[in-house]
């Protein structure tokens, strides 16, 4: 199914691991043009070389999520180098969940920085560039948690809770420009995070995947190519009627639509 991603322009933080990697492969594979960026200097020039060498037509840029202007940076130099810029993936931030009390209030304030902060300089400098071009897909991702709540699961339940808010409220403010902004909450999905939570618990990771699957419906932990293919939909034209949307993406974990 011939998507309709040729030749557009994306751009995708934290591209270099997990969900952002494969993401950033896939839209590639579309024949898309990819700026991605990430905190690692040697993981984004290596990235960025891997691909080039198979035809990808990217550019990886250093740049930080939490720290202020590192991400109004990479959208305009992503804009700038490319000519124009269609589709923005909000991929950087982890799912770190502990109980209430003892989340400290910098912790607190690096994860909403992290979350919901990045998500609002990236949109609020793509949106001009997007204006421009007739419209664009602005597509964060979130976890299943930010609609169900639970215990011990603090502050990322209430950052991902404010994503939520801020794509449904973005979807419809940017609608008459043609914008369109969806959410992709995932589950348990394979990840460097959890094999580091592996580690921590002394197992292997391979025991990890199977122990955490079976908490899974699906009876498996999902991969991250799952993941973007979804995100490869929302920003494709099959999706063009799709907005204000929030996709789970768990293997039937969560109890919520």
């Not at 801020?166 to 394979?190: F, H, M, Q, R, T």
């Not at 292997?204 to 995100?231: F, W």
């Amino acid at each position: 199914m011939e998507l309709g991603l040729r030749g557009k322009v994306a751009a995708v933080t934290g591209g270099t691991e997990g969900i952002g990697k494969s993401t950033v492969e896939r839209l590639v594979a579309e024949g898309t043009k990819v700026a991605f960026c990430a905190r690692r200097a040697e993981l984004v020039k290596a990235f960025a070389e891997e691909l080039k060498k198979q035809g990808g037509d990217v550019l990886g840029i250093v740049a930080d999520a939490s720290k202020e202007g590192d991400m109004e940076r990479f959208i305009e130099e992503a804009a700038k180098h490319f000519g124009r810029l269609d589709i923005v993936v909000n991929n950087a931030g982890g799912s770190g969940q502990i109980a209430f009390d003892k989340v400290e209030d910098k912790v607190w304030e690096n994860d909403i920085e992290i979350k919901v902060m990045a998500q609002v300089r990236t949109t609020r400098a793509a949106i001009p560039h997007m204006k421009k071009a007739g419209g664009g897909r602005i597509i964060n991702l979130n976890m299943v948690g930010a609609k169900q709540p639970g215990a011990g699961m603090f502050p990322t339940t209430v950052s991902r809770a404010a994503g939520l808010a801020l794509a449904k409220g973005l979807s419809k403010e940017l609608a008459p420009d043609n914008i369109l902004v969806n959410v992709v909450a995932v589950g348990k999905i394979k990840s460097k995070q959890q094999e580091r939570g592996a580690a921590r618990n002394n197992k292997t990771v391979e025991q990890h995947y199977a122990d955490t699957g079976k908490t899974v419906p699906l009876k498996r932990m999902g991969e991250s190519e799952e993941v973007a293919n979804v995100i490869a939909f929302l920003a494709s034209d099959a999706a063009s009627y799709v907005t204000g949307c929030c996709i789970n993406v768990d293997g039937g974990l969560s109890g919520v639509l």
